[in-house]
């Protein structure tokens, strides 16, 4: 099967710019979850999608959104950018059942100037 | 929220010797899930391994396994035969019913020649 996949690779905007980024889980996967990774604050989740549904949500402004597809792809948009919202931004995916056992994309790499 | 403590943040292997990576954990929970996740300088966040607390027996996967002390709440990774290509960033991460993955700081491995 085909791993995860997530577009753009790498992306560059200016503050105040708005942002979307797609992922692609495993086929037959239906969970997706999104994550922020940066050198000050670590990997942090940002939020969860089974069925369309965002199950749960992380601990980040009402900036950051996402929704889910019925084909489980997935996008997150992050509205109003800022500097600090420079990181690589990972996507997981799981299997019905197994949810916890996340297998992660590649990331997009977004730099806000 | 659950914390994950990585000690170490850097360590080094000569290649064909055996490293340890630590990692402890807090959590009221009695059924969760903890996982070794690689990165390497791709980004790309790769699963190593994967521990179900209920399950006393330690994993393994070929060089890779875990001493999963429940009682001690610590869960640490040894890379046997170390190889060049194991030169990363390690993360231990934690799992319960939520499916959000808590994650350490991480250890830079390092294999010398």
């Known amino acids: 099967k085909a791993g995860v996949t997530q577009t753009p690779r790498y992306l560059i905007k200016t503050r105040g710019q708005q942002v979307t980024l797609s992922c692609s889980p495993i086929s037959g996967h239906r969970s997706v979850s999104w994550y922020q990774q940066t050198p000050g604050q670590g990997l942090q989740f940002l939020f969860e999608y089974f069925s369309e549904t965002q199950r749960n949500k992380g601990n980040f402004p009402g900036r950051f959104s996402g929704r889910q597809f019925s084909n489980s792809r997935s996008e997150m948009n992050v509205s109003t950018l800022e500097l600090g919202d420079s990181a690589l931004y990972l996507c997981a995916s799981s299997d019905s059942g197994r949810e916890e056992t996340q297998y992660f994309g590649p990331g997009t790499r977004l730099l806000v100037l | 929220a659950q914390t994950v403590t990585q000690s170490q943040p850097e360590m080094s292997v000569q290649e064909a010797e055996t490293v340890t990576l630590s990692c402890t954990y807090d959590?009221?929970?009695?059924?969760?899930?903890l996982f070794w996740y690689k990165q390497p300088p791709s980004r790309q966040m790769i699963l190593v391994i994967r521990?179900?607390?209920?399950?006393?027996q330690n994993a393994t996967e070929n060089r890779f396994s875990v001493n999963f002390q429940k009682a001690a709440k610590s869960f640490s990774l040894k890379i046997s035969d170390s190889q060049l290509g194991d030169a990363a960033m390690y993360f231990c991460a934690y799992c319960s019913n939520d499916y959000k993955l808590s994650f350490g700081a991480g250890t830079t491995v390092t294999v010398r020649a």
């Open positions: 521990q179900e607390a209920y399950k006393q």
């Open positions: 959590t009221s929970e009695s059924d969760y899930y």
